[in-house]
T-cell receptor, first 113, second 115 residues
């Protein structure tokens, strides 16, 4: 069964600090992995997409990594800001005709001043 | 910047009533989706829609659910006879194409409360 597991479930950090969120998946065959940011009460917004051949990709203060062999991804946030407080969701898409996406439960990040 | 818009932002309905959730996808997008998120749980795929027909649906999308593109701009989700467990945030999304790497853009969601 295709699954996406994220850790930690929640995280509290101080403003300015860095943090790393983890995503492990069993989706097969793999097409891509996307990290979304979801502010409370809003729709998810894509931060970055990782395909099979990509190991690292940055989007501003966000850096995603992918290890397709171990089926792990991470999202590193540098110099956190209060506005980074949100749920971060890992979504893995299958490389099939239907291209079904499997969502993780998300990591709730709280950045405190 | 173009965005997916959903109305209403919050809908309260009595159990057994029909409800229609409305979405206006981004204008040049061809693929449309509905997702739901029960409070405190993960986002779940409901249905995808292309060329005026359902292209894929999940096991959640049973006979109580239907989707329609009644005109050139709106995309609706109808729940025929709402149940308490239908209470959730419903997100509409759209994408330019059905390519696996194509980004789907989400609306702000409609919070449905069934009482």
């Amino acid at each position: 069964k295709n699954q996406v597991e994220q850790s930690p479930q929640s995280l509290i950090i101080l403003e300015g600090k860095n943090c790393t969120l983890q995503c492990n998946y069993t989706v097969s065959p793999f097409s891509n992995l996307r990290w979304y940011k979801q502010d409370t009460g809003r729709g998810p917004v894509s931060l970055t997409i990782m395909t099979f051949s990509e190991n690292t990709k940055s989007n501003g203060r966000y850096t995603a990594t992918l290890d397709a062999d171990t089926k792990q991804s991470s999202l590193h946030i540098t110099a956190s800001q209060l506005s980074d407080s949100a749920s971060y969701i890992c979504v893995v898409r299958s490389n099939t005709n239907a291209g079904k996406s499997t969502f993780g439960d998300g990591t709730t990040l709280t950045v405190k001043p | 910047e173009p965005e997916v818009t959903q109305t209403p932002s919050h809908q309260v309905t009595q159990m057994g009533q029909e409800v229609i959730l409305r979405c206006v996808p981004i204008s040049n997008h061809l693929y449309f989706y509905w997702y739901r998120q029960i409070l405190g749980q993960k986002v779940e795929f409901l249905v995808s829609f292309y060329n005026n027909e359902i292209s894929e649906k999940s096991e959640i999308f049973d006979d109580q659910f239907s989707v329609e593109r009644p005109d050139g701009s709106n995309f609706t989700l109808k729940i025929r006879s709402t149940k308490l467990e239908d209470s959730a945030m419903y997100f509409c999304a759209s994408s330019e194409s059905g390519g696996l790497n194509t980004e789907a853009f989400f609306g702000q969601g409609t919070r449905l409360t069934v009482v």
